[in-house]
Structures are given as structure tokens and as C-alpha cells.
């Protein structure tokens, strides 16, 4: 790998903070593959690649991530290391890779020059565009040139990211354009005879879900659903607060102070014919409420604090989203499906109220949530030539 001025004058630039570097867990036996996402967004594709190494090949995957990221069963979690020659060297003395699977578009120079001194094989996935680490400030000169020549394989989202890898000096042979892999499935399970029970219930009732609900959000969601009600009368609001501990006060407050009439998954209630509002009791039924309901409003987007939920649960089910303007950490998952038109934001809970009334139309709630849904499955291919290109890798090492 060329070592480049700008490389020297990176790895001399003054430390700011202490050093960092080990204290790592001991390392798996056998063959190892390393992972590494900048944010938690950008390693779901890289969770569900994971998965299948692990499950289906056997291999322990290591993966870094500056940002809290959920347990997944045979899969080992770190911070990366900094991003300086002696921290380098001890992390990959520890873990020994076989391959470096980098995603977004992140470069850690030091890093990469270590990787590719000792012969592990680079591979950037869901690449967007290339940058140094984003704390690093400074100009050095061919840095992202030097780093970017060692990649085997450079996966790129589309033909502008493939464009700017290039432009970067990526090799014109590694870069491709994929399209992004397939995340983690956001598909939540249920009972399938409590599912078949309820919708012979519900029979031709229109529903909607408000999942994942704030406190600040239950005034709003309670407006919209009133004045959709004039015109679906038989209208049926499902609500999972975001606190399953507020079900039993929210309940008493909508039947005894707004004269709605309520029934509480908690009390073994069922959602009979003239039930205006069902609370349900918690998050451990999600599966069954986004099945059985055709539009579903994701909570904390539209006065809390950011969308509770991942919005590709609903997705996945063939939901039809609504969302308000706070996204959360689900920024760039809402930008896809808002490009494919599979998802429908609100600004305001007169917009909540008007967004509903018009999905109230089964076909528009259809069409959004079929696009919705071939986002929640696109991508299933980009993994599969991915791990083809891993196995082929550790073969090649065999």
C-alpha cells in the first residue's frame, strides 16, 4: 500500500486525548472478520451480513462502531480503536481479521495502512461517499488516495457515490455500484391464532396505530383520530404508548374525561364493535398491532423527541406510514422511503388529521404500503454477492 506524505503528517499530527487501545475481550478461536460502521444507522446492513456469516459459515465477526448498538447472539462488539499507528498495530495484533468490511464511506488511514500491510483484504459496503474521519481536521495531502488504493472492493449505493469514490482514488476496477444491502428483518412476530381471533373481530373495520406514543403526542393523535372518525364512524385507534406504565392512567383519562369508549389490552379487553380507542399495554405485541393495522403513526416524530420505533417495522408488514418532522435516529431510513414515496410525513396534527382522512381510502393506504414494504425487502441481493465475495476471500486464505 502507498504510503503518502499525507499519511506521515496524519499519523504526526498532535494527540488530544489519551491513548486508547485494548482491554479487549479475548479473541474468539478461528477465523475472524472484522466490521466496522461510523454510526449505528450505517451498521444495520452490516448487522444482518453478520448474522448470516456467523449462522451460515460458521466465521466469528467482529464489529466496531463508535455508537450503542443491540446484542445479537454470536457477535462480538468494540469500540474501534484510535486511529494512530501503535493503536492500529495492537488492535489488529489482538484480533488478527482476515478481512476489513468498512461501510458509509468512512477511511481510518492509520488503520487501513496497517490492515493492508499485513495482507487483510478491504472491502468498503453501502459506500455513499469517502471522508477521514470526521474529527480529524486538517489537509494532508493523496491521504484519502493511499487509503482508498487498498480496497479490494469498493459497493456503492449509486452511480454519484460510485462517481466520488472514484474521484477520490479508489481503484476504477474495485468500485461497483450495488445498491444497499439488506438490513437486519424488521418483520416482529405474533401469535398467528391471537391475529386470526382479532381480525374476525375487527372484520371490515377501518384501524389505524399510533405506536411508540409520547405523552406530548396523545392530544394530537387523539384530534386526528376524532376527525377522521366523521368520516369512518366505525374508526378503531390502537395506541402503544412509548411508556407502557401511562396505559391504565391514559385509558381513565380518554373514557372518563374525553367520553371516548376505551378498552385495555391490560384488562383482557377485546376491541369489540363499539370500541372507539384500544390501549394496548406495552411493546411485546407490535407484530400484531401493525398486522392488523393498515396505517400505522409513528410516535415521537411529531412532538417528542425522535421516532421511537424503526419505521421498517410497519414497513415489513405492510403498514402505511405516517411520520412528523423529528426523525430521531431514523433520519436516513425515513429519506429512503420518503424518495419511494412509501411513507407520508405531517407537520402538524391538523396535517395528522388530514393525512389519515385521505388513507382512509384503501388504495391509497395500499400503494404506500407496498412501496413501503419493497424498501423493508430491498437489498436482499446486495448481501448475498457480498457474502460471495467473503467466501471466496476466506477460501482464497484457506
Not at 499519523?11 to 475472524?32: F, H, K, M, Q, V
Not at 492509520?110 to 495482507?119: D, K, Q, T, W, Y
Not at 410497519?314 to 426523525?327: D, F, K, T
Amino acid at each position: 500500500m502507498v504510503h503518502s506524505l499525507g499519511l506521515t503528517l496524519y499519523n504526526l499530527r498532535p494527540r488530544r486525548d489519551p491513548a486508547s487501545g485494548g482491554g479487549w475481550p479475548e479473541r474468539p478461536s478461528g477465523r475472524l472478520i472484522w466490521m466496522h460502521a461510523p454510526s449505528a444507522e450505517a451498521a444495520r446492513g452490516l448487522l444482518e451480513l453478520a448474522a448470516r456469516l456467523i449462522e451460515e459459515d460458521g466465521l466469528t465477526v467482529l464489529l466496531t462502531c463508535p455508537e450503542g448498538l443491540p446484542a445479537r447472539k454470536g457477535l462480538v462488539r468494540v469500540l474501534p480503536p484510535d486511529d494512530r499507528p501503535a493503536e492500529a498495530r495492537a488492535f489488529l495484533d489482538h484480533w488478527r481479521p482476515e478481512i476489513a468490511i468498512f461501510s458509509d464511506g468512512e477511511l481510518r488511514p492509520a488503520v487501513l495502512h496497517e490492515a493492508a500491510e499485513r495482507g487483510v483484504q478491504l472491502m468498503m459496503v453501502d459506500g455513499r461517499a469517502p471522508y477521514v474521519l470526521k474529527d480529524r481536521n486538517g489537509w494532508y495531502p493523496g491521504l484519502m488516495r493511499s487509503a482508498l488504493q487498498g480496497f479490494a472492493h469498493v459497493l456503492t449505493l449509486d452511480e454519484a457515490s460510485a462517481r466520488a469514490f472514484r474521484k477520490g482514488g479508489a481503484a476504477l476496477s474495485a468500485v461497483g455500484v450495488t445498491g444497499r444491502m439488506e438490513e437486519n428483518s424488521a418483520a416482529l412476530p405474533c401469535l398467528e391464532a391471537e391475529r386470526a381471533a382479532l381480525a374476525k373481530l375487527l372484520a371490515t373495520r377501518p384501524v389505524w396505530l399510533a405506536v411508540g406514543l409520547p405523552e406530548p403526542e396523545e392530544a394530537a393523535v387523539i384530534a386526528a383520530h376524532r376527525a377522521a372518525q366523521s368520516l369512518a364512524h366505525r374508526l378503531l385507534l390502537i395506541i402503544a404508548p412509548e411508556d407502557p406504565a401511562r396505559a391504565a392512567a391514559l385509558a381513565r383519562r380518554l373514557a372518563d374525561d374525553e367520553g371516548w369508549i376505551v378498552a385495555e389490552r391490560s384488562e383482557d379487553q377485546e376491541p369489540e364493535a363499539d370500541v372507539e380507542v384500544f390501549v394496548a399495554d406495552g411493546m411485546a405485541e407490535l407484530g400484531l398491532w401493525y398486522r392488523l393495522a393498515p396505517i400505522t403513526f409513528m410516535g415521537g416524530s411529531l412532538a417528542g423527541q425522535g421516532c421511537v420505533r424503526n419505521p421498517m417495522e410497519p414497513a415489513a408488514l405492510g403498514s402505511a406510514i405516517l411520520y412528523g418532522p423529528r426523525p430521531g435516529v431514523f433520519g436516513g431510513t425515513f429519506g429512503r422511503l420518503g424518495a419511494a414515496r412509501a411513507a407520508r410525513p405531517v407537520g402538524s396534527a391538523t396535517d395528522l388529521g388530514e393525512a389519515l382522512s385521505d388513507l382512509l381510502s384503501p388504495d391509497r393506504a395500499a400503494r404506500l404500503a407496498q412501496s413501503a414494504w419493497m424498501v423493508a425487502s430491498d437489498g436482499a441481493d446486495v448481501t448475498e454477492r457480498i457474502i460471495a465475495l467473503v467466501r471466496n476471500a476466506v477460501k482464497d486464505n484457506a
